[in-house]
C-alpha cells in the first residue's frame, strides 16, 4: 500500500474509533446525572428550578467532552492536515 | 441555501469580498450583522423610554432581558451586579442572537467558526484576572494561584489555559456539529427531519449561550471570592 492510502485509512477510521469510544464514556456520564436529578426533583419538587438548571451545566459540561471528540474525528476526516502533507508529497 | 460546503469546518472560507491584504469573510460578515442589529435595536428602543405606568413593548422586552439577566448574576456571583453586567450581558446577547438567527436562510451562525468562540474565550480569559485584581487587590490575586501551597502554582495555570480551550472549543463544536448534521440530513432525508433538527437546534443555542455565559460567572465568582471565603472561614475559627 502506498503512503497516501495508508493516511487515509488510518484517518478513516481512527475518526470511527475516536467518536465510538469518545461517546461511551459522556453517555454513561449524562445518564448517571439525569437519574441523579430527577432523583432529586421527585423527592423535593420545590427545588426544580435550581435543580434543573444545575443539571443542564452539568451535562452540556459533559456533553463538551464528546464534542472534543466530535472536532476532532471531523478535523480527521475533512481538514487533515496529514493528508494534504501527503498529498504535497505525492504531487511533487 | 447552505453557503458553506459540507466539507468546509466553519464560515471562515467563505469569501465574500477580497481586496490586497484585506479579505472579508463570511464570519466577518455576520458578526458585523449581529452587531447593528443589537445596536441599532437598542438606540431604537431605549430613544424614548418611559418611566410611567404605560410603557412600550419593546421597553417591555428589554426591561425583561435585563431584569432576567442581573438577577441571574446576583444569584451566580453574590455580589452587585452591576459591575459584571456590561460585559456578561453583552457576551450572552451576542451569542444568543448568533445562535438563534440560524434558522433564516443563508445565515451562517459566527460562532460555528472558531476564531469567534476563540475571541470570546480569550475576552474572558482576560476579564477574570482583571476582576479578580481589582476586586482583591493585585497580590490578593496573585496569592491564589500559590493555594494551597506552591507545588499547586502550575496546575492553576495550567487550568486557566485548559479551561479557556474548553470554552471555545465546546461552543464551537456544538454550533458546527449541528449545521453538519443539518446539512447531512438534507442529503438524506430532505424534507421533514431537518426542520425537526432546526428546532432542535434553537434550544441548543440557547443553552450553549447560557452555559458560556454561566460559565464565565462561575469563573468570576471563584476569582473574586475564594478570598473572602477562607477569611470568613479563618474569623470563625476564632
Known sequence: ?92 | MEIVDINQIGPDLVIFFAWHFITINATIVYTWLIMAILVIGSILITRNLSTGLTMSRWQNLLEVIVGTIRSEIQEIVGDKADRYFSFIGTLFLFILMSNVLTFVPGYVAPTSSLTTTSALAILVFFAVPMYGITKQGLIEYLKEYFRPNVIFFPFHVMGELSRTLSLAVRLFGNIMSHEKVIAILLAVTPLFFPVAMQALGLLIGILQAYIFVVLTMVYIAAATQSHEGAEHKHKGHH
Not at chain 1, 470511527?16 to 421527585?42: D, E, K, T
Request: hydrophobic content about 50%.
Open chain 1, 1 to 92: 500500500m502506498d503512503s497516501v492510502s495508508i493516511v487515509a485509512l488510518t484517518s478513516i477510521i481512527t475518526a470511527g474509533i475516536c467518536m465510538a469510544i469518545g461517546s461511551i464514556g459522556p453517555a454513561l456520564g449524562q445518564g448517571r446525572a439525569v437519574h441523579g436529578a430527577l432523583s432529586s426533583i421527585a423527592q423535593q419538587p420545590d427545588e426544580r428550578n435550581s435543580l434543573t438548571r444545575t443539571l443542564f451545566v452539568g451535562l452540556a459540561m459533559m456533553e463538551s467532552i464528546a464534542i472534543y471528540c466530535f472536532v476532532i474525528s471531523m478535523i480527521l476526516v475533512f481538514a487533515n492536515p496529514f493528508w494534504t502533507y501527503v498529498i504535497k508529497k505525492a504531487g511533487g
